[in-house]
């Protein structure tokens, strides 16, 4: 079945350092690509989407962009800040509307941890 | 607009009691998910409703879970009886259609079963 795997966690950086999160999926056919964020305390709220090959997601400095050569849809910021400091889901979704079969499937997580 | 609301946020129960775990989704939000993530796991899809209904339950882990979602407002997720390996964090989410993908999420519930 689909799948998501994405790098494991914590992920520690100084404040303005560069971040990596890796992400790589298994999926038949062409399914839209997401990156959630969980800020402490609070529920999961969507960070940025892409729907088909080489769409390019970005949202608060944050970008990822879909490889379909490589099944990947890795999230990179150029400079963090303590504020940026959560836990980072990707997730995939097969088209098809409201049929059932059409849930987010969701990687791990990785904890992001930064520091000033 | 009041988000995705869940409750209670955290409970601790003994093996074999029962727990009642509520969402109130977005108003107007038709489409009421609910998802699980066990420690050091992925987050995995519960079931979906889109209004009253049961849209896709293929992810209910087996019959001692209950989802209900009547009127189509709120939903309640039992528990019953509990067992050690349904602790975990239980997100509910909705969204005004189930196409696009972006859910908005509660808080969650925290439940440990001792």
């Known amino acids: 079945g689909d799948s998501v795997t994405q790098m494991e966690g914590p992920v520690t950086l100084s404040e303005e350092a560069f971040l990596t999160i890796n992400c790589t999926y298994t999926?038949?056919?062409?399914?839209?690509l997401f990156w959630y964020v969980q800020y402490p305390g609070e529920g999961l709220q969507l960070l940025l989407k892409?729907?088909?090959?080489?769409d390019k997601g970005s949202n608060k400095g944050f970008e990822a962009t879909y490889r379909k050569e490589t099944t990947s849809f890795h999230l990179e910021k150029g400079s963090v800040q303590v504020s940026d400091s959560a836990v980072y889901f990707c997730?995939?979704?097969?088209?098809?509307?409201?049929?059932?079969?059409?849930?987010?499937?969701f990687g791990k997580g990785t904890t992001l941890s930064v520091s000033s | 607009e009041a988000g995705v609301t869940q409750f209670p946020s955290h409970s601790v129960i003994e093996k074999g009691q029962t727990v009642t775990l509520r969402c109130d989704p977005i108003?107007?939000?038709?489409?009421l998910y609910w998802y699980r993530r066990v420690m050091g796991k992925e987050i995995k899809f519960l079931l979906h409703?889109?209004?009253?209904?049961?849209?896709?339950e293929s992810g209910m882990p087996n019959n001692r879970f209950l989802a209900e979602r009547t009127g189509g407002t709120y939903s309640t997720l039992k528990v019953q009886p509990a067992e050690l390996e349904d602790s975990g964090v239980y997100f509910c989410?909705?969204?005004?259609?189930?196409?696009?993908?972006?859910?908005?999420f509660g808080s969650g519930t925290q439940l440990s079963v001792l």
């Open positions: 108003s107007g939000h038709d489409n």
């Open positions: 892409a729907t088909k090959a080489d």
């Open positions: 999926a038949t056919g062409y399914p839209s």
């Open positions: 997730a995939l979704k097969q088209a098809g509307g409201n049929q059932a079969g059409t849930a987010l499937i």
């Open positions: 989410a909705s969204s005004r259609t189930a196409a696009r993908g972006k859910l908005f």
């Open positions: 409703f889109v209004k009253e209904s049961k849209q896709d």
